[in-house]
Protein backbone atom coordinates (compact mmCIF):
# COMPACT_ATOMS: atom_id res chain seq x y z
CA UNK A 1 0.00 0.00 0.00
CA UNK A 2 1.14 3.14 -1.12
CA UNK A 3 -0.73 5.67 0.77
CA UNK A 4 -4.89 6.31 1.35
CA UNK A 5 -6.80 8.36 -0.87
CA UNK A 6 -9.81 10.48 0.12
CA UNK A 7 -12.11 9.63 -2.46
CA UNK A 8 -15.00 11.73 -1.31
CA UNK A 9 -15.93 13.03 2.49
CA UNK A 10 -19.12 15.35 3.55
CA UNK A 11 -21.20 15.15 6.24
CA UNK A 12 -23.13 11.87 5.24
CA UNK A 13 -20.31 9.65 3.82
CA UNK A 14 -17.24 9.37 2.88
CA UNK A 15 -14.63 6.84 0.99
CA UNK A 16 -11.21 6.00 1.45
CA UNK A 17 -9.29 4.29 -0.53
CA UNK A 18 -6.93 1.85 0.76
CA UNK A 19 -4.65 -0.03 -1.72
CA UNK A 20 -6.87 -1.95 -4.08
CA UNK A 21 -9.93 -1.56 -0.98
CA UNK A 22 -12.32 1.22 -0.91
CA UNK A 23 -13.48 2.16 2.57
CA UNK A 24 -17.71 3.38 2.82
CA UNK A 25 -18.15 5.18 6.10
CA UNK A 26 -21.93 6.12 6.27
CA UNK A 27 -24.19 8.15 8.67
CA UNK A 28 -27.24 6.60 7.72
CA UNK A 29 -26.50 2.22 8.13
CA UNK A 30 -29.91 1.85 5.87
CA UNK A 31 -27.99 3.20 2.70
CA UNK A 32 -24.90 0.36 3.65
CA UNK A 33 -27.78 -2.05 4.25
CA UNK A 34 -29.44 -1.12 0.88
CA UNK A 35 -26.25 -1.25 -0.75
CA UNK A 36 -25.45 -4.82 -0.17
CA UNK A 37 -28.56 -5.89 -0.98
CA UNK A 38 -28.67 -4.10 -3.83
CA UNK A 39 -25.44 -5.47 -5.11
CA UNK A 40 -26.47 -8.96 -4.36
CA UNK A 41 -29.38 -8.83 -7.33
CA UNK A 42 -27.93 -6.96 -9.90
CA UNK A 43 -27.34 -8.86 -12.75
CA UNK A 44 -24.18 -7.04 -13.59
CA UNK A 45 -20.47 -6.39 -12.12
CA UNK A 46 -20.20 -5.03 -8.65
CA UNK A 47 -17.51 -4.87 -6.40
CA UNK A 48 -16.47 -7.34 -4.19
CA UNK A 49 -17.74 -7.20 -1.02
CA UNK A 50 -14.49 -7.85 1.27
CA UNK A 51 -15.91 -7.14 4.93
CA UNK A 52 -18.85 -4.54 6.81
CA UNK A 53 -19.31 -4.01 10.20
CA UNK A 54 -22.11 -1.08 11.58
CA UNK A 55 -21.49 2.15 9.49
CA UNK A 56 -18.71 0.82 7.29
CA UNK A 57 -18.40 -1.16 4.35
CA UNK A 58 -15.33 -2.58 2.62
CA UNK A 59 -15.13 -3.41 -1.35
CA UNK A 60 -12.43 -4.12 -3.30
CA UNK A 61 -11.49 -1.63 -6.09
CA UNK A 62 -12.72 -2.71 -9.85
CA UNK A 63 -10.50 -3.06 -12.49
CA UNK A 64 -10.72 -0.59 -15.33
CA UNK A 65 -11.51 3.17 -14.96
CA UNK A 66 -13.91 4.85 -14.74
CA UNK A 67 -16.31 5.78 -17.87
CA UNK A 68 -15.78 9.68 -17.04
CA UNK A 69 -16.15 12.26 -15.30
CA UNK A 70 -18.80 15.21 -15.28
CA UNK A 71 -17.06 18.12 -16.57
CA UNK A 72 -14.04 16.81 -17.58
CA UNK A 73 -13.17 15.50 -21.64
CA UNK A 74 -14.45 12.21 -22.38
CA UNK A 75 -11.67 9.23 -23.08
CA UNK A 76 -14.03 6.30 -23.69
CA UNK A 77 -14.98 4.92 -26.92
CA UNK A 78 -17.91 5.01 -28.07
CA UNK A 79 -18.42 0.88 -27.71
CA UNK A 80 -18.01 1.33 -23.92
CA UNK A 81 -20.61 3.52 -23.78
CA UNK A 82 -22.61 1.49 -26.09
CA UNK A 83 -22.29 -1.72 -23.70
CA UNK A 84 -23.08 0.45 -20.65
CA UNK A 85 -26.24 1.30 -22.40
CA UNK A 86 -26.47 -3.01 -22.88
CA UNK A 87 -25.58 -3.50 -18.86
CA UNK A 88 -28.24 -0.72 -18.12
CA UNK A 89 -30.95 -2.73 -19.86
CA UNK A 90 -29.74 -6.29 -18.45
CA UNK A 91 -30.47 -4.32 -14.91
CA UNK A 92 -33.56 -2.61 -15.66
CA UNK A 93 -34.78 -5.79 -17.02
CA UNK A 94 -33.89 -7.66 -14.08
CA UNK A 95 -36.67 -8.89 -11.65
CA UNK A 96 -37.73 -5.67 -8.85
CA UNK A 97 -36.02 -5.20 -5.14
CA UNK A 98 -38.53 -4.63 -2.88
CA UNK A 99 -37.79 -1.37 -1.90
CA UNK A 100 -38.13 1.75 -3.53
CA UNK A 101 -35.13 3.78 -4.10
CA UNK A 102 -33.50 6.99 -5.27
CA UNK A 103 -35.12 6.83 -8.79
CA UNK A 104 -38.73 5.67 -7.09
CA UNK A 105 -40.20 8.77 -6.26
CA UNK A 106 -43.97 9.92 -7.06
CA UNK A 107 -44.84 12.54 -9.17
CA UNK A 108 -46.73 14.71 -6.60
CA UNK A 109 -43.27 14.15 -4.50
CA UNK A 110 -41.12 14.97 -7.23
CA UNK A 111 -42.92 18.03 -8.36
CA UNK A 112 -43.42 19.29 -4.90
CA UNK A 113 -38.94 18.82 -4.36
CA UNK A 114 -38.77 20.29 -7.65
CA UNK A 115 -40.52 23.59 -6.64
CA UNK A 116 -39.53 24.15 -3.49
CA UNK A 117 -36.01 24.10 -5.05
CA UNK A 118 -36.46 26.59 -8.01
CA UNK A 119 -38.68 28.70 -4.88
CA UNK A 120 -34.65 28.24 -3.28
CA UNK A 121 -32.54 29.03 -6.58
CA UNK A 122 -34.40 32.13 -7.24
CA UNK A 123 -35.06 33.48 -4.03
CA UNK A 124 -30.99 33.32 -2.79
CA UNK A 125 -29.93 34.25 -5.78
CA UNK A 126 -28.67 31.31 -6.75
CA UNK A 127 -29.44 30.87 -10.87
CA UNK A 128 -31.42 33.78 -12.70
CA UNK A 129 -35.11 33.22 -12.40
CA UNK A 130 -35.24 33.26 -16.08
CA UNK A 131 -32.67 29.95 -16.24
CA UNK A 132 -34.84 27.84 -13.19
CA UNK A 133 -38.13 29.07 -14.84
CA UNK A 134 -37.43 27.34 -18.54
CA UNK A 135 -35.81 24.59 -17.11
CA UNK A 136 -38.53 23.78 -15.20
CA UNK A 137 -40.79 23.90 -17.49
CA UNK A 138 -38.64 21.71 -19.46
CA UNK A 139 -38.34 19.37 -16.78
CA UNK A 140 -42.61 19.18 -16.20
CA UNK A 141 -42.08 16.43 -19.06
CA UNK A 142 -40.35 13.80 -16.93
CA UNK A 143 -43.27 13.91 -14.44
CA UNK A 144 -45.25 11.56 -16.51
CA UNK A 145 -46.33 8.19 -15.37
CA UNK A 146 -43.50 5.34 -15.71
CA UNK A 147 -43.54 1.60 -15.08
CA UNK A 148 -41.16 0.57 -12.36
CA UNK A 149 -37.88 -1.07 -12.73
CA UNK A 150 -34.44 -2.33 -10.87
CA UNK A 151 -32.90 1.45 -10.83
CA UNK A 152 -29.37 2.12 -9.58
CA UNK A 153 -30.61 5.44 -8.56
CA UNK A 154 -27.08 7.46 -8.80
CA UNK A 155 -25.54 5.93 -12.32
CA UNK A 156 -23.60 9.05 -12.74
CA UNK A 157 -20.57 8.07 -14.99
CA UNK A 158 -17.96 7.94 -12.65
CA UNK A 159 -19.75 4.92 -10.75
CA UNK A 160 -19.29 2.89 -14.33
CA UNK A 161 -15.60 0.85 -14.94
CA UNK A 162 -14.58 -0.20 -17.90
CA UNK A 163 -11.47 -1.69 -19.19
CA UNK A 164 -11.35 -0.96 -23.13
CA UNK A 165 -15.25 -1.51 -24.34
CA UNK A 166 -16.02 -3.74 -21.86
CA UNK A 167 -17.76 -2.40 -18.65
CA UNK A 168 -16.13 -3.93 -15.71
CA UNK A 169 -18.40 -2.96 -13.07
CA UNK A 170 -20.87 -0.82 -11.47
CA UNK A 171 -20.03 1.13 -7.87
CA UNK A 172 -21.89 2.66 -5.21
CA UNK A 173 -25.32 0.94 -4.92
CA UNK A 174 -26.71 2.63 -1.94
CA UNK A 175 -29.53 4.76 -4.09
CA UNK A 176 -30.69 1.41 -5.67
CA UNK A 177 -34.37 0.40 -5.66
CA UNK A 178 -37.62 0.42 -7.75
CA UNK A 179 -37.58 3.50 -9.92
CA UNK A 180 -38.07 4.98 -13.54
CA UNK A 181 -35.26 3.94 -16.24
CA UNK A 182 -35.07 7.02 -17.92
CA UNK A 183 -33.59 8.28 -14.01
CA UNK A 184 -30.56 5.93 -14.53
CA UNK A 185 -30.53 6.79 -18.48
CA UNK A 186 -29.93 10.34 -17.95
CA UNK A 187 -27.88 10.89 -14.72
CA UNK A 188 -25.50 8.68 -17.17
CA UNK A 189 -25.75 11.28 -20.11
CA UNK A 190 -26.08 14.24 -18.10
CA UNK A 191 -23.43 16.82 -19.37
CA UNK A 192 -22.98 14.47 -22.28
CA UNK A 193 -25.65 14.97 -24.77
CA UNK A 194 -23.10 13.62 -27.73
CA UNK A 195 -23.22 10.24 -26.17
CA UNK A 196 -26.85 9.42 -25.67
CA UNK A 197 -26.97 7.87 -29.30
CA UNK A 198 -24.51 5.22 -27.96
CA UNK A 199 -26.08 4.50 -24.22
CA UNK A 200 -29.91 4.02 -26.28
CA UNK A 201 -28.29 2.07 -29.33
CA UNK A 202 -26.57 -0.32 -26.59
CA UNK A 203 -29.73 -0.16 -24.48
CA UNK A 204 -31.50 -1.58 -27.24
CA UNK A 205 -35.03 -0.45 -26.41
CA UNK A 206 -37.26 2.69 -28.02
CA UNK A 207 -36.19 5.66 -25.60
CA UNK A 208 -37.63 9.01 -25.66
CA UNK A 209 -35.11 11.18 -25.91
CA UNK A 210 -36.93 14.38 -25.17
CA UNK A 211 -38.04 12.76 -21.87
CA UNK A 212 -34.13 12.42 -21.34
CA UNK A 213 -33.70 15.81 -21.53
CA UNK A 214 -36.69 16.97 -19.12
CA UNK A 215 -34.87 14.27 -16.50
CA UNK A 216 -31.32 16.58 -17.13
CA UNK A 217 -33.46 19.78 -15.98
CA UNK A 218 -35.39 17.62 -13.16
CA UNK A 219 -31.71 16.32 -11.94
CA UNK A 220 -30.11 19.26 -12.08
CA UNK A 221 -32.68 21.85 -10.55
CA UNK A 222 -32.88 19.31 -7.68
CA UNK A 223 -29.62 19.16 -7.18
CA UNK A 224 -27.53 22.47 -7.58
CA UNK A 225 -28.19 23.41 -3.63
CA UNK A 226 -26.77 19.94 -2.23
CA UNK A 227 -24.01 20.22 -4.26
CA UNK A 228 -22.81 23.58 -3.40
CA UNK A 229 -23.69 22.95 0.60
CA UNK A 230 -21.53 19.80 0.41
CA UNK A 231 -18.59 20.96 -1.23
CA UNK A 232 -19.01 20.42 -5.06
CA UNK A 233 -19.28 22.61 -7.83
CA UNK A 234 -22.48 22.66 -10.04
CA UNK A 235 -20.76 26.02 -11.72
CA UNK A 236 -18.01 23.96 -13.22
CA UNK A 237 -17.64 23.85 -16.66
CA UNK A 238 -19.54 20.92 -18.42
CA UNK A 239 -21.48 20.37 -14.93
CA UNK A 240 -25.27 20.81 -13.98
CA UNK A 241 -25.20 24.34 -14.43
CA UNK A 242 -23.89 24.49 -18.18
CA UNK A 243 -26.68 21.39 -18.27
CA UNK A 244 -29.45 24.05 -17.16
CA UNK A 245 -28.07 26.57 -19.97
CA UNK A 246 -27.94 24.33 -22.61
CA UNK A 247 -31.89 23.59 -22.13
CA UNK A 248 -32.14 27.46 -22.95
Known amino acids: MDE ?28 IDVEVEAMALAPVPTPEIL ?3 PHVLAVAALPGTAL ?21 RKMH ?13 GRDEL ?15 VLPADLVSRN ?35 IDWSEAGQGAALFDLATLTLGHE ?8 GYGADVDLDAIRAWWSLRSLLIVR ?22 M
Open 93 to 105: DAPLPAWLGQAGR
Open 194 to 201: ERLVDVVA
Open 51 to 53: WRK
Open 226 to 247: WLTEHGFDPFAPGCEVDVLKAG
Open 136 to 170: RQIAEAALAPWTPVFTHGDLQIAHVFVDGDEVTGI
Open 68 to 88: GRLGEPRTAPPAAWANTGAAI
Open 4 to 31: VELVVAHSERATLRVGDMFLKVDADQAR
Open 111 to 125: AAELDGECEWLVANG
